[in-house]
């Protein structure tokens, strides 16, 4: 089911190509979603679109489960997520994803923090409170403060349940629940002992130091050839039949080669870019089912 959603919405990407052009007259855009997506790319496309056309974007956050109730339901023209919309969520269902970019979550530490690697295992125990202090990582010896986000439905919260526990419900023992990646990255940039994991596309714009993971770093190329292991789609969401001519439009132009290029300038990869990455993402599904971690069960 996971393959068949993907080729889904890599057509549907194709076949925005052929939406046509918007009059200046039209409204603005109301766009609200992942605070991640937003970042990696959104800022500045909105910026280009609007010099383009004339016609305003207005970017609001909330998270991916907004960003795909709201579009899905007409309350916004576009909607943005780093998770696929859920089937089981009625509230869920008329939602229509458009892949545009890739990104990776990627765990990171305060700056004067002297760890710098973590093993694809050793993630999965700190979440579920198997380890617990940085000497065991090899850093100073103190608690590990760990910063999730509340609640399983969360772009980075499901992702990472699924990439390293291959588990929805998996629990994590955290020292601080925050209600949104924002916390997260914001406690870990002023807690010496905090730990996280969040989008690369908005550590990267915080004070804070990023892992490698295995020895891989999260750098451009890495996560464009799927060397390093949780990338995930970042995605533009409408409500399934909009036919508006101003959400097409934007579409359009996201998903065109100038689209691609301005988010490619801001260090993200273009969708387009690394299709290969939707069938290695199969590696990443049976990694984490032959991990074991799914299994682990805090007491």
Same mark, same amino acid.
């Given at each position: 089911?996971? @393959?068949?959603? &993907?080729?889904?919405?890599? %057509?549907?990407?194709?076949?925005?190509?052929?939406?046509?052009?918007?009059?200046?007259?039209?409204?603005? %855009?109301? !766009?609200?979603?992942?605070?991640? +997506?937003?970042?990696? &790319?959104?800022?500045?496309?909105?910026?280009?679109? +609007?010099?383009? +056309?004339?016609?305003?974007?207005? *970017?609001?956050?909330?998270?991916?489960?907004?960003?795909?109730?709201?579009?899905?339901?007409?309350?916004?023209?576009?909607?943005?997520?780093?998770?696929?919309?859920?089937?089981?969520? $009625?509230?869920?269902?008329?939602?229509?994803?458009?892949?545009?970019?890739?990104?990776?979550?990627? $765990?990171?530490?305060? *700056?004067?923090?002297?760890?710098?690697?973590?093993? &694809?295992?050793?993630?999965?125990?700190?979440?579920?409170?198997?380890?617990?202090? !940085?000497?065991?990582?090899?850093?100073?010896?103190?608690?590990?403060?760990?910063?999730?986000?509340?609640?399983? @439905?969360?772009?980075?919260?499901?992702?990472?349940?699924? @990439?390293?526990?291959?588990?929805?419900?998996?629990?994590?023992?955290?020292?601080?629940?925050?209600?949104?990646?924002?916390?997260?990255?914001?406690?870990?940039?002023?807690?010496?002992?905090?730990?996280?994991?969040?989008?690369?596309?908005?550590?990267?714009?915080?004070?804070?130091? %990023? %892992?490698?993971?295995?020895?891989?770093?999260? +750098?451009?190329?890495?996560?464009?050839?799927?060397?390093?292991?949780?990338?995930? $789609?970042?995605?533009?969401?409408?409500?399934?039949?909009?036919?508006?001519?101003?959400?097409?439009?934007?579409?359009?132009?996201?998903?065109?080669?100038?689209?691609?290029?301005?988010?490619?300038?801001?260090?993200?990869? $273009?969708?387009?870019?690394?299709?290969?990455?939707?069938?290695?993402?199969?590696?990443?599904?049976?990694?984490?089912?032959?991990?074991?971690?799914?299994?682990?069960?805090?007491?």
């Amino acid at each position: 089911m996971r @393959l068949a959603k &993907f080729f889904t919405v890599i %057509l549907s990407a194709g076949m925005f190509l052929v939406f046509s052009q918007v009059s200046k007259a039209d409204d603005a %855009l109301q !766009w609200a979603g992942c605070g991640i +997506t937003k970042k990696a &790319f959104m800022e500045e496309l909105a910026k280009a679109y +609007t010099t383009k +056309t004339g016609i305003e974007v207005n *970017l609001s956050g909330g998270g991916a489960t907004k960003g795909i109730r709201s579009a899905a339901k007409g309350a916004i023209h576009i909607g943005g997520a780093c998770r696929v919309s859920l089937d089981q969520h $009625p509230e869920e269902r008329d939602a229509f994803q458009i892949p545009v970019a890739w990104d990776t979550l990627v $765990p990171f530490v305060h *700056l004067d923090n002297p760890v710098n690697n973590i093993t &694809f295992k050793q993630l999965g125990q700190v979440y579920v409170g198997e380890i617990t202090n !940085w000497k065991q990582l090899g850093g100073k010896d103190a608690p590990i403060d760990l910063y999730v986000r509340r609640g399983k @439905l969360s772009g980075v919260g499901r992702t990472l349940r699924e @990439l390293v526990f291959s588990n929805y419900d998996q629990d994590f023992k955290a020292t601080y629940v925050v209600k949104s990646s924002g916390p997260v990255e914001k406690g870990v940039e002023i807690n010496p002992n905090g730990f996280g994991v969040t989008g690369v596309s908005s550590a990267r714009k915080r004070q804070v130091k %990023l %892992l490698k993971l295995d020895g891989t770093a999260p +750098t451009y190329e890495n996560i464009k050839n799927g060397s390093f292991a949780l990338y995930r $789609p970042l995605y533009l969401v409408i409500k399934r039949g909009d036919s508006r001519p101003l959400v097409r439009d934007f579409i359009q132009f996201a998903v065109s080669n100038e689209g691609q290029d301005i988010i490619r300038r801001q260090g993200t990869v $273009p969708y387009a870019e690394a299709l290969h990455l939707v069938m290695k993402q199969l590696d990443q599904f049976e990694r984490a089912s032959s991990s074991g971690l799914h299994e682990t069960k805090i007491k």
